[in-house]
């Protein structure tokens, strides 16, 4: 996949990563970029060229893919994160976050399968998580919708080869974005992860670990669980006080 003279199209363009992504593929030669955004008048990156999209909207997403008509490269990048926990969070939030996370890069997917087709092939980016691998209280509506998000991209990258479109997952912890503003961790700089991820772009990997972080809980995946989570196992229970009658 050569990013000189492609055609890209960027979802969540407006801010964080996704302005990264449409800046560096400006830089690195792509022809044109589709830098997208729910509301395209908030795109303000010179030499991209704004276009709406909602990813949860079928009607917007359809839209898109009859206007842009030329893509070779998709970059899934748009996403939502509520920091919900699964039992005690806001049903309609961990509903959003599957729909935006998941059903959203999915029918992006679909509707941009056959632009790609016409277009060669080109390949297909989608951005995902350390917590693809891991929950973390907190924000384990995110986890188990970045989770899906890794399946979805394993599936489609199979349904996908058939025409020769390359599909890459992107695996980062936190990055320093607004995204991760509230959260006093170490980050990665966005410039460096969007840099990482578009040389496995050009070197046609599979899958591009951006930190120590993914690289870590990708290699612990066949691990027994008590080894990610070893609050859970009984052993390590205080015994209960047994309740007043």
């Known amino acids: 996949m050569e990013i000189t003279g492609s055609v890209a199209l960027v979802t969540g363009a407006n801010r964080g990563m996704g302005r990264h992504f449409a800046r560096q593929l400006l830089e690195r030669g792509a022809a044109r970029v589709y830098a997208?955004?729910?509301?395209?008048?908030?795109?303000?990156?010179?030499?991209?060229?704004?276009?709406?999209l909602d990813i949860t909207d079928p009607a917007s997403v359809a839209e898109a893919a009859?206007?842009?008509?030329?893509?070779?490269?998709?970059?899934?990048?748009?996403?939502?994160?509520?920091?919900?926990?699964?039992?005690?969070?806001?049903?309609?939030?961990v509903r959003l976050e599957m729909e935006t996370n998941f059903h959203g890069p999915l029918a992006v997917i679909r509707a941009?399968?056959?632009?790609?087709?016409?277009?060669?092939?080109?390949?297909?980016?989608?951005?995902?998580?350390?917590?693809?691998w891991t929950s973390h209280e907190g924000a384990n509506a995110y986890a188990a919708s970045k989770a899906a998000a890794w399946s979805l991209t394993n599936g489609v990258r199979l349904e996908l080869a058939g025409q020769r479109t390359l599909v890459t997952g992107l695996h980062v912890?936190?990055?320093?974005?607004?995204?991760?503003?509230?959260w006093d961790?170490?980050?990665?700089?966005?410039?460096?992860?969007?840099?990482?991820?578009?040389?496995?772009?050009?070197?046609?990997?599979?899958?591009?670990l951006a930190d120590e972080a993914s690289a870590?809980?990708?290699?612990?995946?066949?691990?027994?669980p008590g080894v990610l989570y070893p609050g859970t196992l009984p052993s390590s229970w205080t015994p209960s006080r047994p309740r007043n009658p």
Do not use: C, H, W
């Open 36 to 52: 997208t955004a729910r509301r395209p008048e908030l795109v303000d990156l010179p030499g991209a060229e704004p276009l709406g």
């Open 66 to 93: 009859v206007r842009a008509r030329d893509v070779t490269l998709l970059v899934n990048n748009a996403g939502v994160a509520t920091y919900q926990d699964l039992l005690t969070g806001d049903p309609d939030l």
């Open 112 to 132: 941009f399968a056959p632009v790609l087709a016409a277009n060669g092939g080109g390949a297909v980016l989608n951005m995902l998580s350390a917590l693809s």
């Open 173 to 182: 912890g936190s990055v320093d974005t607004d995204m991760m503003a509230g």
């Open 185 to 208: 961790v170490e980050k990665s700089d966005p410039a460096d992860v969007v840099r990482a991820a578009l040389n496995g772009i050009e070197a046609d990997a599979l899958e591009v």
């Open 216 to 224: 870590g809980l990708k290699s612990a995946l066949g691990s027994d």
